[in-house]
C-alpha cells in the first residue's frame, strides 16, 4: 500500500441506510444530536467549550484581564483586580454552567 491508497469503511446499522449513502445520501446533524445519543456510554463531549459544576461567577473581561488571572492567587482577589482596573465585573453567579459550540458532524 502506498500513499496514494486510502479506504473508507462504513458500517451501516439497516441495508436502507446503505442503500441511501451508496447513492450519494450523507445526512449530517448537530453536535448535540449525537451528544445526546451517544453520551449514555461513550460520554463524548462534542461541541462542549466549557464545564463549570458548583458554585462560579461569570465575568466580563477587557484588555489586560489575562495578566490579572495570571496574578491573581483566589477567585476574590481576580474580581477585586479586574473591578478596581475597572477591565472587569461580575455579571451573575452561575451553579453547573456550561457553553456550547454548535456545529454539524456527519457521522461515518
Keep these: 500500500m502506498n500513499l496514494n491508497d486510502y ?3 462504513k458500517a451501516f446499522g439497516k441495508p ?3 442503500k441511501g449513502f451508496n447513492s450519494g445520501n450523507i445526512y449530517l446533524n448537530s453536535t448535540s444530536y449525537f451528544w ?4 449514555t456510554f461513550q460520554q463524548d463531549k462534542e461541541g462542549l467549550v466549557f464545564q463549570q459544576s458548583g458554585k462560579g461567577v461569570l465575568l466580563t473581561a477587557g484588555e489586560g484581564f489575562e495578566e ?4 491573581a492567587s483566589s477567585l476574590e482577589e481576580l474580581i477585586e483586580k479586574a473591578e478596581k482596573e475597572n477591565i472587569g465585573e461580575v ?4 451553579l453547573d454552567f456550561s457553553f456550547r459550540l454548535e ?3 456527519c457521522c461515518f
Design 91 to 94: 455579571v451573575c453567579e452561575t
Design 103 to 105: 456545529g454539524y458532524i
Design 36 to 39: 445526546n445519543l451517544e453520551n
Design 7 to 9: 479506504y473508507l469503511v
Design 16 to 18: 436502507e441506510y446503505m
Design 68 to 71: 490579572i488571572v495570571k496574578s
